[in-house]
């Protein structure tokens, strides 16, 4: 009997390689092992840090999130820095995310899958601005997110929601109808039911 061929699968990224992908980019499987001295997105099959973030920005993240998680209605939940499977070469990391957990394996479960994402939040730190206000939008949108919140802060330290709904035929968002920009109090009907006081998120 001759001799069994297999081919290799792919190389698996380490410690003193991933800074130089392949040509095709990285795949999740090939990077998820990783253990890093920072935290990172996996965009188009590179390995992208994720700056530090001021105190501010945590605060409001958390406090975003506990907002949301008191709000929810069946059959949502919400989680904060947890990693989506767009595809295997981007996985981002919102701030905050609201999803369908639905037919969803938690025990097993590596990176929520975009189609079970309802909203996608973003605070926008100095070293974000361009991935939150236009790549994140763009790549989620495309993938037909529902909703999207970009949250800014502004010179006088107010918080600022930008809100912003898909329009699935062109899989692009528009600013929500009633309401795109929320200062001092959000208040809105999608995904589901919420009214959150932007000052207490940020206040000390």
């Given at each position: 009997?001759?001799?069994?061929?297999?081919?290799?699968?792919?190389?698996?990224?380490?410690?003193?390689?991933?800074?130089?992908?392949?040509?095709?980019?990285?795949?999740?499987?090939?990077?998820?092992?990783?253990?890093?001295?920072?935290?990172?997105?996996?965009?188009?099959?590179?390995?992208?840090?994720?700056?530090?973030?001021?105190?501010?920005?945590?605060?409001?993240?958390?406090?975003?999130?506990?907002?949301?998680?008191?709000?929810?209605?069946?059959?949502?939940?919400?989680?904060?820095?947890?990693?989506?499977?767009?595809?295997?070469?981007?996985?981002?990391?919102?701030?905050?995310?609201?999803?369908?957990?639905?037919?969803?394996?938690?025990?097993?479960?590596?990176?929520?899958?975009?189609?079970?994402?309802?909203?996608?939040?973003?605070?926008?730190?100095p070293g974000s601005r361009q991935h939150d206000r236009v790549r994140?939008?763009?790549?989620?949108?495309?993938?037909?997110?529902?909703?999207?919140?970009?949250?800014?802060?502004?010179?006088?330290?107010?918080?600022?929601?930008?809100?912003?709904?898909?329009?699935?035929?062109?899989?692009?968002?528009?600013?929500?109808?009633?309401?795109?920009?929320?200062?001092g109090k959000l208040i809105t009907?999608?995904?589901?039911?919420?009214?959150?006081?932007?000052?207490?998120?940020?206040?000390?």
């Amino acid at each position: 009997m001759g001799a069994v061929m297999t081919t290799p699968g792919p190389a698996r990224a380490t410690e003193d390689t991933w800074m130089f992908p392949p040509g095709d980019g990285w795949t999740f499987d090939q990077v998820k092992h990783l253990e890093l001295p920072f935290d990172w997105e996996l965009v188009d099959g590179v390995i992208v840090a994720r700056g530090q973030a001021k105190f501010w920005h945590n605060r409001v993240r958390d406090r975003l999130m506990y907002a949301l998680e008191a709000a929810r209605s069946e059959p949502y939940e919400v989680v904060a820095e947890q990693c989506v499977m767009v595809d295997d070469r981007n996985t981002p990391k919102p701030d905050v995310i609201v999803f369908d957990p639905r037919k969803l394996n938690f025990f097993e479960l590596e990176c929520v899958p975009v189609e079970h994402v309802t909203l996608v939040v973003e605070v926008v730190s100095p070293g974000s601005r361009q991935h939150d206000r236009v790549r994140k939008p763009a790549l989620f949108a495309a993938n037909k997110v529902p909703c999207y919140w970009r949250v800014e802060l502004d010179r006088d330290r107010q918080l600022a929601v930008h809100e912003y709904w898909l329009n699935a035929d062109t899989r692009s968002y528009f600013p929500a109808p009633l309401h795109s920009v929320h200062h001092g109090k959000l208040i809105t009907e999608m995904p589901f039911p919420v009214e959150i006081d932007l000052g207490g998120l940020v206040g000390f």
